[in-house]
């Protein structure tokens, strides 16, 4: 019956991931035979399964009971969640600065000791920058998620026909897209803040020889903050999925307004010269890569000074249709 797959829902979607599915079908199998032992052969009414759910008690309450102990860091329908999201992200800082750490070492052995002090001091900045992000993205998440601190009182009243209805699954989030979307802003803030030495054309004369780098070196730091939050709010985003579990108009607004937001950094950021490097085609033509006034240099160069409005397009059309998939998916039953 629909009521106890919305029953069942509810309870489910406060438990860890791993656990859904068995206590999902134990619940199916306590509700039928607490429905047989009630009607003794007889058919089933709405009545009884009502009275049947109102035994089991608050789906809500019922949750905390299959998930133990009480954890409130977070708040305790996601503190499962937050923990699992947080170890993807510390694990993926460690496994990029290290992976990072051994390129270098590999391209320039000579200096290894530098790479090393680099390797421990990236690690001290970025493991708390990323335990930060992290669980700044899901504390905002769980205030603005639809779920309120008042419900999670014990002894609330409630009935069956409150419960919500089970959402289609074309307007679920799977659990692991906003992992993964966590993971991705992670390794960006990672490779912008640590690795951005190496984010240029790589030079090589028999052996690794430099890098022309795309960004301007000289304000880079000043970039830094921007991309910071960009990213930040990426998090956030992803974390406001995660807690929602499904698109609703809610989370469509959510996620447009920090789209907005987000369009808006990474055009004051990389529109002007202060973000790119200047003598990128200058750079290129002393390492010998192209030479002046060729083909090659002319259609790198139209590249070079078209690849902003392009980046921008491009983020701008991505944005606005995960805005737009969103609402289309908020919109089924």
Do not use: C
Not at 149 to 161: A, F, N
Not at 227 to 250: A, D, N, P
Not at 316 to 333: C, M, Q, R, S
């Amino acid at each position: 019956m629909e009521m106890i797959d919305r029953y069942i829902y509810a309870v489910t979607q406060k438990l860890p991931q791993p656990q859904r599915e068995d206590i999902a079908e134990e619940l199916h199998s306590l509700i039928e035979d607490m429905l047989d032992e009630r009607v003794q052969g007889k058919d089933i009414r709405d009545t009884d399964v009502e009275e049947v759910l109102m035994e089991l008690g608050n789906p809500r309450l019922l949750a905390e009971k299959y998930r133990g102990a009480k954890k409130y860091l977070i708040g305790p329908d996601f503190f499962d969640s937050y923990l699992l999201v947080l170890k993807i992200a510390l694990i993926s800082t460690f496994s990029v600065i290290s992976l990072s750490f051994i390129i270098q070492s590999i391209l320039n052995p000579v200096s290894i000791l530098d790479h090393f002090v680099g390797f421990i001091v990236a690690l001290v900045s970025a493991l708390p920058a990323a335990f930060g992000w992290t669980t700044f993205g899901f504390a905002i998440a769980d205030y603005f998620g639809e779920i309120k601190s008042k419900d999670l009182e014990i002894g609330i009243e409630w009935k069956p026909s409150d419960l919500a209805p089970t959402p289609d699954k074309k307007r679920q989030i799977k659990y692991y897209e906003p992992i993964t979307g966590i993971a991705f802003y992670t390794l960006l803030i990672i490779i912008f803040a640590f690795s951005n030495d190496y984010l240029g054309v790589w030079i090589f004369h028999d052996e690794f020889a430099g890098v022309v780098p795309f960004l301007n070196r000289e304000t880079y730091s000043s970039s830094l903050l921007f991309i910071f939050l960009i990213m930040g709010f990426g998090i956030i985003k992803e974390s406001l999925k995660f807690v929602y579990g499904k698109w609703t108009y809610q989370l469509v607004t959510y996620t447009a307004i920090i789209n907005f937001i987000s369009i808006i950094a990474v055009f004051i950021m990389i529109n002007g010269n202060a973000f790119w490097n200047p003598n990128f085609l200058h750079e290129l033509t002393q390492a010998g890569l192209i030479t002046e006034n060729s083909d090659a240099y002319r259609t790198v160069s139209m590249i070079w000074n078209q690849s902003t409005l392009w980046i921008l397009v491009l983020l701008v059309i991505g944005l606005i249709w995960e805005g737009i998939d969103g609402l289309i998916k908020a919109n089924k039953k």
